[in-house]
């Protein structure tokens, strides 16, 4: 990927002014201690890893942003926004749900596991439940595109944009606090935020 802030390193800040304690133990958690499988079987997780790479493929990573552990860690802690759809089952009810309506659909389709198949096929897939344009019968019991954008999408893109690393490719200085913003209009920068290649 080639991230319009070349050589931007957002840790380079790590003993600046930009980070106070607090944010580094987050940042250290985040980056250092990946959590293990407590809720997601084996199955579950390898089909989240492999959906999770074709939503977000980082090829240029020699460590890819680690997105499976995150959402399991979520599950196993039953953590989520507080809320739910009125047409969607609870948040861990759902992921399962949701994980084994996209094998069923990939068997449905291909006769094969969703890791089984092609990449093509996996984004062809993937793609029709965005749409909602789903065969197996396991999609009835919560909807497709919801499950889709409201959970699975949102959940996957959420982590992956909390991590430094993809802080670093989209300029992102990391929070606000302690430090603050001060220029704060219209193609304004404060001098030690992330300057944008030409």
């Not at 991230?3 to 840790?11: I, T």
């Not at 800040?13 to 980070?19: I, N, P, T, V």
């Not at 969703?114 to 965005?130: G, I, K, N, S, T």
């Not at 789903?134 to 499950?147: G, I």
Request: aromatic share 10%; net charge negative; hydrophobic share 40%.
């Amino acid at each position: 990927m080639n991230s319009p802030y070349p050589g931007y390193q957002v840790l380079a800040k790590w003993d600046s002014a930009s980070f106070d304690d607090a944010t580094r133990a987050v940042l250290s958690e985040r980056l250092h201690h990946v959590p293990p499988r407590r809720f997601l079987s084996p199955g579950e997780w390898r089909l989240l890893e492999v959906v999770s790479a074709r939503l977000l493929p980082q090829p240029e990573r020699a460590d890819p942003i680690p997105i499976a552990p995150w959402i399991d860690d979520m599950l196993f802690h039953d953590r989520g926004e507080g809320f739910r759809h009125e047409d969607m089952p609870a948040p861990r009810d759902a992921w399962r749900a949701g994980l084994a309506a996209l094998e069923a659909e990939a068997q449905e389709r291909h006769d094969r596991r969703f890791a089984d198949l092609a990449p093509a096929e996996q984004d062809a897939l993937l793609q029709a439940v965005a749409c909602g344009a789903v065969r197996h019968a396991c999609w009835r019991q919560l909807p497709a595109q919801r499950f889709f954008t409201d959970i699975l999408l949102k959940t996957a893109a959420g982590i992956y944009y909390s991590h430094p690393a993809a802080w670093s490719e989209i300029g992102f200085g990391g929070p606000a606090s302690p430090r603050g913003y001060v220029r704060l209009g219209f193609n304004q920068r404060d001098a030690w935020e992330a300057r944008e290649a030409r």
